[in-house]
C-alpha cells in the first residue's frame, strides 16, 4: 500500500529523525508527519535543546512577533476600527493581543516620561530641605509687624511675599494654635475624635498623628508612648499610615509624583473596564457585548499612546510642542473608529461620540482623584 503521507524537509530539531510517536508534553498519540501536537501544540521533537536551536526558536518567534506588530500598528494607523471588527470577528492570529499590546505601549510612554522629567528634582522643596519655603516659615516669629527670623535659614526677596502673605491670611498661625492645643492635652484631643464621624474621625487622627510625628519624632506605631493610652486597633493603625505616607509625601514629593506616574499603566486596566460599560450601555441596541467594547476601547487607547509616544520623541526631537495636534488627530480619528465600528451614522455617532467623550473625562478625573490620594496614603 502506498504512503500518502507529506514528505517533510528533515531540518534542525524538527526533522523526521527526532519525531516521536507521543507527545512528550501531554502523551497524546502522534504521528512521524505531525510536527506539531494537535492537542497542545508542542513541538513534536526528541531531541535535546542546543543553543543553536534556542537562537534559531527565539528569533524565529521574534519575526512571528514583529509581523503580527507591523500588522497591528498598520491597521491601528490607517483603518479606524477595522482591527476591532476582525478581531471579534475571530482574525486574531495576524494581530497582537490587545491586552498585551495597551499595557507594554503605557509602560513604554510612562517610562519616557518618567525619566525624562527628573521628578526627583523636586525633593529639594520638600519639607526638611534647605529650599523648602514650609521650613523656612516655621523659623520665623509672626508676633510682630515686621516677621523677624530665628533661625539661620535663608530667605530670599520672593520668599517673603509669600511669607507675608501667610502671615495676613493667618495660615500659619492657626496651624501653630492647632498643634498646641493637641499637644496641650493630647489624651483628651484624641478621645474626643472618637465622638466624630468616621470619615472626619479618621482624618482627624492623621491630623493628630501628623502631629505628634513632627514634635515626638515617632516613626512607628508601636513608638508612639502608653501613656496616650492610644489602642492598637486597625483603624487607628491606618490613620498612623496614612499621615506617615502624608509626611513622605511632604518630604519627598518628587519622588512621589515619580511612583504615581509608574502606577497609571496599571491604574488604566481599572479604568478602560468601567469606561466600556458605559460604551455599553451607548450601543445597547448593537449586539455586541460587553468584551468586544472593551476590546474597542484597548484598541483605541492603543493608538492615543502610540500617538503620545511619536508626539513625546519628536518635541524632545525638535524641541516643540505638537500634544494639541496629536490630540486633535486622535480626536478624529475615534469619530471614524466608532462610526466604521458601530455602522451608525454622522448625527447618531456624534451625539454618543460627545456623551462618552464627556463621561470620559468625569472617569478619568474621578480615578486620577482616587490615584493620587490612594497614593499619599500608601507611599
Not at 521650613?135 to 539661620?152: P, R
Not at 508601636?222 to 487607628?236: F, H, K, M, Q, V
Not at 511632604?250 to 466600556?276: C, H, T
Not at 451607548?282 to 460587553?290: G, H, L, P
Amino acid at each position: 500500500m502506498e504512503d500518502n503521507k507529506p514528505t517533510l524537509q528533515q531540518k534542525g530539531r524538527y526533522g523526521l529523525q527526532y519525531r516521536g510517536v507521543e507527545c512528550t508534553n501531554c502523551d497524546h498519540p502522534l504521528d512521524v508527519s505531525d510536527r506539531f501536537c494537535p492537542n497542545c501544540s508542542q513541538a513534536n521533537s526528541t531531541k535535546k535543546l542546543t543553543l543553536k536551536d534556542f537562537i534559531e526558536e527565539f528569533f524565529a518567534s521574534l519575526i512571528s512577533y514583529d509581523s503580527k506588530l507591523l500588522k497591528t500598528f498598520s491597521a491601528l494607523l490607517t483603518k479606524p476600527g477595522k482591527i476591532t471588527r476582525d478581531y471579534i470577528a475571530g482574525k486574531r492570529v495576524s494581530y497582537t493581543n490587545p491586552f498585551r499590546f495597551l499595557l507594554s505601549l503605557s509602560i513604554i510612554y510612562f517610562l519616557m516620561v518618567n525619566f525624562s522629567n527628573n521628578f526627583s528634582d523636586w525633593d529639594k522643596y520638600g519639607v526638611g530641605k534647605e529650599k523648602s519655603i514650609w521650613d523656612k516659615v516655621g523659623t520665623l516669629n509672626f508676633s510682630t509687624d515686621d516677621f523677624v527670623q530665628i533661625d539661620s535659614i535663608p530667605i530670599k526677596e520672593e520668599e517673603k511675599e509669600l511669607i507675608k502673605a501667610l502671615d495676613t491670611l493667618n495660615i500659619m498661625s492657626d496651624l501653630a494654635k492647632r498643634d498646641s492645643i493637641m499637644m496641650t492635652n493630647p489624651i483628651e484631643h484624641f478621645s474626643k475624635l472618637n465622638e466624630r464621624s468616621l470619615l472626619a474621625r479618621f482624618g482627624g487622627k492623621r491630623e493628630f498623628f501628623n502631629v505628634l510625628m513632627k514634635k515626638k519624632k515617632i516613626y512607628g506605631f508601636e513608638e508612639i508612648p502608653a501613656e496616650l493610652n492610644i489602642d492598637s486597633t486597625r483603624e487607628n493603625k491606618a490613620a498612623f499610615n496614612a499621615a506617615r505616607s502624608y509626611l513622605r509625601f511632604k518630604q519627598q514629593p518628587g519622588s512621589f509624583f515619580s511612583s504615581v506616574v509608574s502606577r497609571l499603566p496599571f491604574f488604566i486596566f481599572f479604568f478602560l473596564p468601567v469606561f466600556a460599560f458605559f460604551i455599553w450601555l451607548a450601543y445597547i441596541r448593537k449586539k455586541y457585548t460587553y468584551t468586544e467594547h472593551l476590546v474597542f476601547s484597548f484598541h483605541n487607547q492603543s493608538l492615543l499612546f502610540i500617538l503620545l509616544i511619536i508626539s513625546f520623541l519628536v518635541d524632545s526631537i525638535f524641541n516643540i510642542y505638537t500634544g494639541w495636534l496629536f490630540f486633535l488627530i486622535f480626536a478624529i480619528y475615534l469619530f471614524l473608529a466608532m462610526r466604521k465600528f458601530y455602522q451608525q451614522g454622522f448625527f447618531k455617532t456624534s451625539v454618543k461620540y460627545i456623551f462618552l467623550n464627556t463621561i470620559f473625562f468625569i472617569l478619568a478625573m474621578f480615578a486620577m482623584a482616587i490615584l493620587f490620594t490612594g497614593s499619599a496614603f500608601t507611599y
